[in-house]
């Protein structure tokens, strides 16, 4: 009356390796640094352009700003510590913002 307790392993049948999760593909369009630029370089602005100011104009350009609204900040404080824009008033990512003069692309190295 010895009774034998089948083995753990062979009771469980093997389980198939989980699957990625399919990866979104990216929107195609500019990124949102891109938008940022084209936004402080339109502006007219001597001081710069505030963060206020930005957004407009970026959700006036139909990026949805309520939803990204952390991606604008982190693209605002990279773009700054990359040097292509100068913040000229506040700290972190609120403030104003201009392009950077010297950090603009010439047409060759010579310049």
């Known amino acids: 009356m010895a009774e034998v307790a ?3 392993a062979a009771a469980a049948p093997a389980k198939a390796p989980k699957k990625k999760a399919a990866a979104k593909p ?3 369009g500019p990124s949102v640094g891109e938008l940022i630029v084209k936004a402080v370089s339109a ?3 001597r001081s710069g ?3 206020a100011a930005l ?10 700003v309520e939803k990204n609204n952390s991606r604008v900040k982190i693209a605002v404080k990279s773009l700054v510590t990359k040097g292509t824009l100068v913040q000229t008033k ?3 990512a609120s403030g104003s913002f ?6 603009q692309s010439h ?3 010579m310049c």
């Not at 957004?55 to 949805?64: E, Q, R, T, V």
């Not at 201009?98 to 950090?103: C, G």
């Open 98 to 103: 201009k392009l950077n003069k010297k950090a």
């Open 43 to 45: 502006s007219k602005e």
């Open 107 to 109: 047409c060759c190295d």
């Open 55 to 64: 957004k407009k104009s970026l959700a006036a350009g139909g990026y949805d």
């Open 49 to 51: 352009v505030s963060l």
């Open 90 to 92: 506040g700290t972190g």
């Open 6 to 8: 089948p083995a753990p």
């Open 26 to 28: 990216k929107k195609a």
